[in-house]
C-alpha cells in the first residue's frame, strides 16, 4: 500500500453546468479534516427560488466519506452564482472565510443596491477574513493566503498543499483569464497576480472556478498546473507582455455582456451567502437597479 504524502491534498472536484462553476473538497491525506471551496447554491431567476442540489451532492460527500468540515472558502464575491456556504455550515459545521478587502466590494455594491445602513460594510458577515501572506490548517495541511486582486479588488488564491485554489483569476490554458472590468476590477492588477501564481512551482496543481469549453474542446475542465499555464495560457503564456494582456483584455471586456445571475449573486455573496434581512412580510426580497451596472 502507498504511504500518502502529508503534502499533497486530496481534492474532489464538484461541477455545475448551469453556472460552470467547480466547487473543491480539499482533504488532508492523513486525517479527516476537509475545506469547500466555493460552493454552489443552485438559484431559478425566472422564479426567485433556490435549491440545493448542487450542495447536496457535496455534503453528502462529506457525509459519506467521513470527513470533518473546518472551512468553506469563499476565492472572492462570485457574480456568477450563489454561495452555499451558509447552508453546509447548517449542515457540515466549519468556518466560512475570504479576503480581508472583501470590505471594499461591500462598500461599492453597498452602494449600488441602496442596502441601507443595516448592511454592515466591515465583513461582519463571514467567520474569518484573511490577509495576504496569513496561514491557516486543514487538518495536517499547510495553508496559506495570496491576494490576487484583478477581477475583484478581493479575490485571493488559497494555496494548500501542493494545490492553489484561484478563484476566477485563470481558467484552462485553452481558455486564459476572467475578466477585469467589474467596480474595483484591474487588467494591470490581474497581470500582476496571476505573475505572482506563476511564480509557484511548476507542478503546482491549480484549480480553477470555472470552465466554459474552449472551442474545440468537448469536455469541461477545471484541473492544470503552474507549468502548463506558463507554457500555454492563450493570454498570459509563453511570451506575451503585461501591454499585450491589458490592450487585449480591455478590448475583450468593453464586448462582454453582464453574467446572467450578477444581480442576485453579488447581494447574497457580499453577506457571505446570505439573503438580505426580510421584510415586514417575512420575506426576503433581491433588487434590481435600474441601469445601475
Known amino acids: 500500500m502507498t504511504e500518502m504524502d502529508p503534502s499533497k491534498p486530496i481534492v474532489t472536484s464538484f461541477f455545475d453546468e448551469a453556472t460552470n462553476t467547480a466547487s473543491h473538497v480539499v482533504r488532508d491525506p492523513t486525517g479527516v479534516a476537509c475545506a469547500i471551496v466555493d460552493p454552489v447554491l443552485d438559484f431559478d431567476m425566472s422564479a426567485g427560488r433556490t435549491s440545493t442540489e448542487s450542495a447536496d451532492r457535496i455534503a453528502a460527500f462529506v457525509a459519506d466519506e467521513d470527513l470533518k468540515v473546518v472551512w468553506l472558502l469563499e476565492t472572492h464575491v462570485h457574480a456568477d452564482h450563489l454561495s452555499a456556504s451558509p447552508y453546509l455550515q447548517d449542515k457540515l459545521g466549519g468556518r466560512i472565510a475570504i479576503g480581508s478587502r472583501i470590505t471594499e466590494v461591500q462598500e461599492v455594491f453597498g452602494k449600488v443596491f441602496n442596502a441601507g445602513t443595516e448592511f454592515e460594510r466591515d465583513g461582519s458577515q463571514f467567520d474569518r477574513l484573511f490577509e495576504d501572506g496569513e496561514t491557516f490548517r486543514v487538518g495536517g495541511l499547510e495553508a496559506s493566503v495570496m491576494h490576487t486582486p484583478g477581477h475583484t479588488p478581493a479575490c485571493v488564491t488559497y494555496l494548500i498543499g501542493d494545490a492553489a485554489f484561484v478563484g476566477d483569476s485563470l481558467f484552462m490554458p485553452d481558455f486564459g483569464t476572467a475578466r477585469c472590468d467589474f467596480p474595483g476590477g484591474s487588467a494591470e492588477q490581474l497581470w500582476q497576480s496571476i505573475q505572482k501564481v ?25 484541473q492544470t498546473t503552474v507549468a502548463e499555464e506558463r507554457e500555454n495560457n492563450v493570454h498570459v503564456g509563453g511570451d506575451k507582455t503585461m501591454e499585450d494582456f491589458v490592450a487585449m483584455r480591455t478590448e475583450r471586456d468593453a464586448k462582454l455582456g453582464m453574467p446572467k445571475l450578477i444581480l442576485p449573486s453579488i447581494q447574497v455573496n457580499m453577506r457571505a451567502g446570505h439573503m438580505p434581512e426580510p421584510e415586514s412580510d417575512g420575506r426576503s426580497y433581491l433588487k434590481v437597479p435600474i441601469n445601475g451596472l
Open 198 to 222: 506563476l511564480a509557484l512551482p511548476g507542478e503546482t496543481r491549480l484549480f480553477l472556478c470555472h470552465d466554459y469549453k474552449a472551442p474545440g474542446r468537448d469536455e469541461f475542465r477545471w
